[in-house]
């Protein structure tokens, strides 16, 4: 059954650092999201990606997040100096076409910001 | 503004029992849809189960239904003949059609004994 892949699946990174996690969605999938679970607490939406650009973000989703689709294969997300409180489980997912299709997740990236 | 209510924060239910866990949602939408997600203690988010609001029947697979009460707002998670691996956290979640974020409940933590 085809799946979302997402790497790495764990991250320590040092506070003020860059990190970039990785995501392989779907083959025919045509949305793309990235959502994030602090330890504990419930999932949050970050953002939602449909034909090469940004069609929802949270108030989560500030100046130090970006996402990019580098090619036909991959969808990033990127956080450009890290804080204590971007410790989390980040998971992608991906949807294929249609209103009613279901929206698949990765198995997630813990980062953790030290 | 979409709101999703999971009141169970734990439940227990003895090995090949049937259990229910409810999910409440508030929505002045028509077009929405309804997922159930399972996140066992490795940390995937697994979909289960989804339910349209304007499907006529409850959507079921395998040993998992969804009670969908419109009237009253609630999507409850009807898993049959529990297994010791239904052990997970599971979360209820939200979509109105045309937006693309899930909206995720708080979660319920259920506990299959043998």
């Known amino acids: 059954e085809p799946e979302v892949t997402q790497t790495p699946s764990h991250q320590v990174t040092q506070m003020g650092q860059e990190v970039i996690l990785r995501c392989v969605p779907i083959s025919n999938h045509l949305y793309f999201y990235w959502y994030r679970q602090i330890l504990g607490q419930k999932v949050e939406f970050l953002v939602s990606?449909?034909?090469?650009?940004?069609?929802?973000k949270s108030e989560i989703f500030d100046d130090q997040f970006s996402v990019e689709r580098p090619d036909g294969s991959n969808f990033t997300l990127k956080i450009r100096s890290t804080k204590l409180e971007d410790s989390a489980m980040y998971f992608c997912?991906?949807?294929?076409?249609?209103?009613?299709?279901?929206?698949?997740f990765g198995e997630g990236s813990w980062l953790t910001v030290v | 503004a979409q709101k999703i209510t999971q009141t169970q924060p734990g439940m227990f239910v003895q090995e090949k029992e049937a259990v229910t866990l409810d999910c409440t949602y508030d929505?002045?939408?028509?077009?929405?849809?309804l997922f159930w997600y399972k996140q066992p203690s490795s940390g995937e988010m697994i979909f289960l189960i989804y339910?349209?609001?304007?499907?006529?029947q409850n959507a079921t697979e395998g040993r998992y239904s969804l009670n969908f009460q419109k009237a009253r707002k609630s999507a409850n998670l009807v898993i049959s003949a529990s297994q010791l691996g239904d052990s997970a956290m599971y979360f209820c979640a939200m979509r109105h059609t045309g937006f693309q974020k899930l909206v995720f409940g708080t979660g319920t933590r259920l506990l299959v004994s043998p």
């Open positions: 339910q349209g609001s304007y499907d006529e």
């Open positions: 990606f449909y034909n090469n650009e940004i069609s929802e």
């Open positions: 997912a991906s949807k294929g076409p249609g209103a009613g299709n279901t929206i698949y």
């Open positions: 929505t002045s939408d028509q077009s929405y849809g």
